[in-house]
């Protein structure tokens, strides 16, 4: 899988105050960033998510790691 280092994200995860309590979510659903994320590390694969979500994309669980993985170097660079 290639790395995708900046990749724009903007028009896949977005914040809205009464979705969610405001928590990133995948555009258009209620399925939030940190949802797809414990998928994930529980030890889903990409595959058993998107079955289990067909209304997910390849390209919304890549968003959501991007999206994690910026707000993680933003953190860093607060603590430094």
Do not use: W
Request: glycine content about 8%; overall charge negative; some cysteine.
């Amino acid at each position: 899988m290639a790395y995708l280092a900046g990749m724009d994200y903007s028009q896949i995860i977005t914040m809205e105050p009464g979705k969610r309590s405001g928590k990133p979510c995948i555009r258009g659903t209620r399925m939030t960033v940190g949802d797809v994320l414990e998928y994930l590390a529980s030890g889903m694969t990409h595959a058993e998510v998107l079955h289990d979500f067909p209304n997910l994309t390849e390209q919304d669980i890549l968003a959501c790691l991007s999206f994690a993985a910026d707000r993680e170097r933003k953190v860093e660079l607060v603590l430094a």
